[in-house]
Structure formats: C-alpha cells, structure tokens
C-alpha cells in the first residue's frame, strides 16, 4: 500500500495549536512545523489546556500526522560561553516539558555553532548538553514521548553537523535514541548532490546515520550552487535543486512515508500553491 503524503509547512505559533492545525488544513496540509517560542529564544507563552484538547481532537478528526516543533534557531549548545549553552540547555528542557501536553511530537534544533573551538569540541557540548537535557526532562516526566531530531546543515560558518558524519558523532557520543531531520536545501547547500545523484547520497546516509533515525524532510529548494555552504531557501522549482529533483524527493522509496515539512520563502497563499504542486507530482 502507498504511504499517505504528509505535507506541509511553516506556520506561525501565534494562535495556538488548534489554530495551526485549521490553518494548515485549509492550506491542504496535513502535518505542519512551527516555532517553540520566539525564534530569538524568549519566554514561551503558558501552554493553554483547552487549546490542546482542542488540537487533539481536530487533529484526530483531519488526519493531521506528526507536528514538528522546532527550537529557536538561536539556540547554541555549543556555545563557546557558559551563559549561551546554558540558556539552550534551559530552553531545551523547557520545551521538551511542554511538548508532553502533545505526546509523540517530533522536535527539531540545529545542533550549533562551534565558533571556532573546533567540530569535535562542539561535538562534545552538544551530546553532553543533550545528556543532560534528556535527565532532567525525564525526571520531570516520568518519560520523554517526544522524538528529538538533529538538523543536518549547511555549514555555514562554523555550524555542526555539516556532514552526515558530524550528526553520526553527536548521536553516538550522547547515546540517545535522536533522529534526523533531513533539510534538502541544507544538504545540497553542504555538498550532497541529491539533484542528480539522490539514491547515492541516501546510501551514503544510510551507511553513516542509518535510515531508520530519519524521522522527517524540510522540502527546500536552494538558491546557492551546490556545495556552497550558505543556507538560503529558495521556493520550490526557483532553485537551483529543482522541481524534477525535489520531485524525485517525495518520491523516493525510501523517503515517502516521512512527513514533509515546507521552509520555502513563501506566504500562507504561496505554501498552499507548492502542497498542491506536490501533491500533483506525488506518485
Ligand atoms: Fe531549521
Ligand atoms: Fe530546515
Ligand atoms: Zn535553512
């Protein structure tokens, strides 16, 4: 049996869950990402009890699939000052307590930036920061239902996890079950030609990572040649990846039963244009 397409994109937290999950149905999503709080970092609003139960219910009633929570992107573990990996320690926690009042939640972060301490010492914070995070987080709650994932990223500047072997490195020194969130536009833009040789670089994956961490897509096109270490998305067929290639993508056997989240420079009216575009290339 095919898998069902689980696509979506970006929203805005501002109005709740049940606001997100309305928004992104009416948008013809099925999933959908947003931010824990402020993507500056921040206070995170109370979370509102009769919005959850709200959510629940609609989201049962829609087939909304897995939610992607995503921590502010500001959030740096490996942090060459004691307060900066604090505060992402903290927040940390902070948002893997709230995300039990939505059990089986994907939670994705960038790993960090190293800022010049060099990949292993980053490394090294961040698995450690990880380990720490997941103790107290589980001593709170009894268990931790929430799936955290590791970005893979561009490498621009000094970021971690520029490489599949980086990613590979922070799961294996934390000894956490973590999984992966595949970025197409950070991947290219680190180097993986996925335009013209996906099943190559998703053996590679495999053999590095494993595929069974791979948890969840950011479907991006990219607007920096492949290899180019920069990270600037570009809407989907306005990039230099490609529709054919990012076609190729939801299509994949290997990846098309994980859930498909847009990060494309698009407004709400933009997003639901490229969910109908897919779901017309989806096989
Ligand atoms: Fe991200
Ligand atoms: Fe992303
Ligand atoms: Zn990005």
Redesign the pocket.
């Known amino acids: 049996m095919k898998p069902t397409f689980l696509i979506g994109c970006h929203l805005s937290a501002s109005g709740g869950y049940t606001a997100m999950a309305e928004t992104a149905v009416s948008i013809g999503a099925n999933v959908f990402q947003f931010f824990t709080r402020n993507p500056r970092g921040g206070a995170a609003k109370p979370i509102d009890k009769a919005d959850v139960a709200a959510f629940t219910s609609y989201a049962a009633a829609n087939g909304i699939g897995p939610i992607l929570a995503?921590a502010p992107y500001t959030l740096n573990a490996a942090g060459a000052e004691q307060r900066v990996r604090d505060f992402a320690e903290a927040t940390m926690e902070d948002d893997l307590v709230r995300l039990e009042e939505t059990p089986g939640a994907l939670y994705?972060f960038h790993p960090g930036s190293h800022v010049g301490q060099g990949a292993e010492a980053g490394i090294d914070l961040i698995a450690s920061m990880l380990q720490r995070v997941f103790a107290k987080a589980s001593s709170r709650l009894g268990k931790i239902s929430t799936t955290v994932l590791l970005?893979t990223m561009a490498g621009k500047g000094s970021e971690v996890g520029r490489n599949f072997e980086e990613i590979r490195a922070i799961i294996d020194k934390s000894g956490l079950p973590l999984g992966v969130?595949l970025?197409t536009?950070?991947v290219w833009d680190g180097g993986y030609d996925i335009a013209h040789d996906l099943d190559g670089v998703l053996d590679t994956f495999d053999r590095v990572v494993g595929l069974e961490r791979l948890k969840a897509i950011?479907l991006?096109d990219s607007m920096n040649a492949l290899g180019a270490h920069k990270d600037r998305?570009a809407k989907i067929g306005k990039g230099k990846i490609g529709a054919d290639a990012l076609a190729a993508v939801i299509n994949n056997p290997r990846l098309a039963a994980l859930p498909f989240y847009l990060?494309t420079p698009c407004d709400l009216q933009g997003y639901k244009e490229e969910i109908a575009f897919l779901k017309g290339l989806r096989k």
């Open positions: 995503h994705n970005e969130c970025d536009c950070h950011h991006n998305h990060e």
